[in-house]
């Protein structure tokens, strides 16, 4: 409820208090946060200066529609959610990724203005200097079908774009050289702890996997044979 109202105020002049006029107004629902939005404002000279200001305030305003919103408002509110479901380290790095790669070119955008085109743009973009191009538009591709769900844009522009094709590198290219194995293993004699070479060298002249070789148990060594058992693998930690 929106009042108006007169109250009395000492000027530090010391002068005798003079009645002002202040008011306190209830301008509606914003659609981006969920928050009420209330207004105050003091200082007025006369009834008919605050009404003034009143009616000016109370028919120009417009809360935040969700067709005005922008990609970083929607995000942040994602971001409330997402938080909920990972670790702390995950969400450092989603963090991270949106700051350094996708706020800076969508950030301030209206959703609205961010069209098939200019995310095509984008992802062209990324896939020529970065190697995480699909991470990033994996990440940008979820806000927006957040966005979509929430009622703030109808179609996911994301959804009309397509993924640039990498061309396939030779197999062989995976694969050190006699000589740039021993100077790899030389450095990590140089620069690693102790495990780290023991762990190095071993998928160096066994061929095992790093799962398998993070799996491995004193159990597994039979020494009188001088090999290993069947392998468990199980996932890297790192």
Not at 36 to 65: I, M, N
Not at 192 to 202: A, N
Not at 205 to 226: H, P, V
């Amino acid at each position: 409820r929106s009042t108006l109202f007169p109250y009395t105020t000492l000027f530090r002049s010391g002068r005798r208090g003079k009645t002002k006029y202040r008011f306190r107004a209830f301008l509606g629902k914003d659609y981006i946060t969920g928050k009420q939005q209330r207004v105050f404002k003091s200082g007025f000279d006369t009834k008919r200066e605050a009404e003034k200001a009143y009616l000016e305030l109370t028919t120009t305003h417009k809360p935040t529609e969700k067709s005005k919103a922008t990609f970083k408002q929607v995000y942040e509110i994602w971001l409330e959610t997402y938080r909920l479901g990972v670790k702390e380290s995950t969400l450092i790095q989603k963090e991270r990724l949106f700051e350094k790669h996708i706020l800076p070119t969508f950030g301030e955008m209206k959703l609205l203005e961010i069209t098939p085109p200019l995310i095509q743009q984008f992802i062209n973009q990324q896939y020529q200097i970065a190697t995480t191009a699909d991470s990033r538009f994996s990440a940008l591709k979820r806000v927006l079908t957040f966005a979509r769900k929430q009622g703030y844009i109808y179609q996911n522009p994301a959804e009309l774009t397509d993924l640039p094709k990498i061309p396939q590198t030779e197999e062989n290219d995976n694969f050190y050289t006699k000589a740039e194995l021993e100077e790899f293993l030389s450095l990590c004699e140089e620069k690693l702890p102790y495990m780290w070479q023991v762990f190095f060298r071993l998928l160096a002249y066994t061929g095992i996997r790093k799962g398998e070789a993070l799996a491995l148990t004193w159990d597994d060594i039979d020494r009188s044979e001088e090999h290993t058992s069947e392998l468990q693998s199980r996932s890297a930690i790192s």
